[in-house]
């Protein structure tokens, strides 16, 4: 029986993944390296402590990731400062059924805190969750299970009780690994050979996780 679920918040919860590998690239470009989308893909929802020798083994250990990602940061700040947020398809429509029937819903992302909350806010959507947790409340971020650990055990349940959605395959693996029911609703790519093993399902919307829910009660 699901006790409760866990979202991921870029590409599952707001459609903003799309913006970090455009920016990602902008800004990775504007500093001389030619960054492409598989790279930026690479690098969705994973933690710093591993995307920073991946972008060094790529392009060279003169890439200054702290850099390029304040840039990055800036660069997205300025698009959604001009054009606001989406909320992904079936989110609210989810969330009110996780409320009615009592629920609980928390957060834990890549994204720091304060920014996850500030989006969560500005869309009007950080009353539905019980707790936000991000990366830097852990030893290790996506693709290790130290968040989804975390996560349930402020929610106070076991990961066996807890349905983890999540959008990209770094965020599976972390996921699955902590031992959650693993739901991927894909955003920019697809489940592979690797990923399939490692999910009790993937749908095309948030708005097919209730009959899941229901067939697991």
């Known amino acids: 029986m699901i006790k409760a679920v866990i979202f ?3 590409g599952l919860i707001l459609d903003t993944e799309k913006l970090l ?19 930026a893909l690479h690098i969705r929802s994973l933690g710093r ?8 083994e790529v392009f060279g250990p003169e890439f200054d990731y702290i850099k390029i990602r304040s840039r990055r940061m800036e660069l997205m700040a300025e698009h959604i400062h ?3 947020l989406e909320k992904k398809p079936g989110l609210e429509e989810l969330l009110n059924f ?19 909350e500030k989006y969560l806010q500005q869309t009007g959507l950080l009353h539905y969750f019980s707790s936000v947790m991000c990366a830097t409340m852990v030893e290790n971020g ?6 989804y650990l975390f996560a349930a055990s402020r929610l106070g349940l076991k990961p066996q009780e807890c349905m983890a959605l999540e959008d990209s395959p770094n965020g599976v693996r972390a996921a699955s690994s902590a031992g959650c029911v693993t739901v991927m609703i894909p955003d920019l790519t697809e489940p592979d050979d690797e990923v399939i093993p490692l999910i009790y399902d993937s749908v095309k919307s948030l708005a097919d996780v209730p009959a899941i829910i229901k067939k697991l009660s």
């Open 142 to 147: 996506k693709p290790k299970p130290d968040i």
């Open 8 to 10: 991921d918040l870029d």
């Open 82 to 84: 001009e054009h606001g």
């Open 21 to 39: 590998v455009k920016f990602w690239c902008q800004a990775a470009n504007e500093a001389g390296f030619p960054m492409q989308t598989e790279h």
């Open 98 to 116: 996780l409320q009615r029937n009592r629920i609980p819903a928390a957060v834990a992302t890549a994204t720091d805190k304060l920014r996850a």
């Open 49 to 56: 402590k591993f995307a920073i020798p991946y972008l060094s």
